[in-house]
C-alpha cells in the first residue's frame, strides 16, 4: 500500500488549497479514505472521511462548510478542498486507508 499526498503549501488567510492523495497497492474503490492533520504540538486529528461505496463524508466541526472531501474512483485519488482557510489549519495533513498512512503535506496558512 502506498499512498502520496501533494498540494500542501504557503496561502494566506482566507485563501484556498485543493490537497490530493494517490493511492496503490489495494482495491482503491473498496475503502473508505480519510483525511488526518497533526498540528505542532498536538495530537492528530480525523479532519474528514469519504465512504467508499455512497460516497457519503463527514467532517470535523471546525472545516465544516469551509472543506470538501472527494474521490475519484477511475484515478485511485482522493482530495481535499480547503477552503477560508484560518491559520489554526496550519498542520501536515495526510491521507490515511485502514492501518496505512502517508508521509503527509505541510499547510501553512499565514499572513
Known amino acids: 500500500v502506498q499512498l502520496v499526498e501533494s498540494g500542501g503549501g504557503l496561502v494566506q488567510p482566507g485563501g484556498s488549497l485543493r490537497l490530493s492523495c494517490v493511492a496503490s497497492?489495494?482495491?482503491?474503490?473498496?475503502?473508505?479514505m480519510r483525511w488526518y492533520r497533526q498540528a505542532p504540538g498536538k495530537g492528530r486529528e480525523l479532519v474528514a472521511d469519504?465512504?467508499?461505496?455512497?460516497?457519503?463524508?463527514v467532517y470535523v466541526d471546525s472545516v465544516k462548510g469551509r472543506f470538501t472531501i472527494s474521490r475519484d474512483n477511475a484515478k485511485n485519488t482522493v482530495y481535499l478542498q480547503m477552503n477560508s482557510l484560518k491559520p489554526e489549519d496550519t498542520a501536515v495533513y495526510s491521507c490515511?486507508?485502514?492501518?496505512?498512512w502517508g508521509q503527509g503535506t505541510q499547510v501553512t496558512v499565514s499572513s
Open positions: 490515511n486507508v485502514q492501518f496505512y
Open positions: 497497492g489495494f482495491p482503491f474503490s473498496n475503502y473508505d
Open positions: 469519504i465512504s467508499s461505496t455512497s460516497g457519503s463524508t
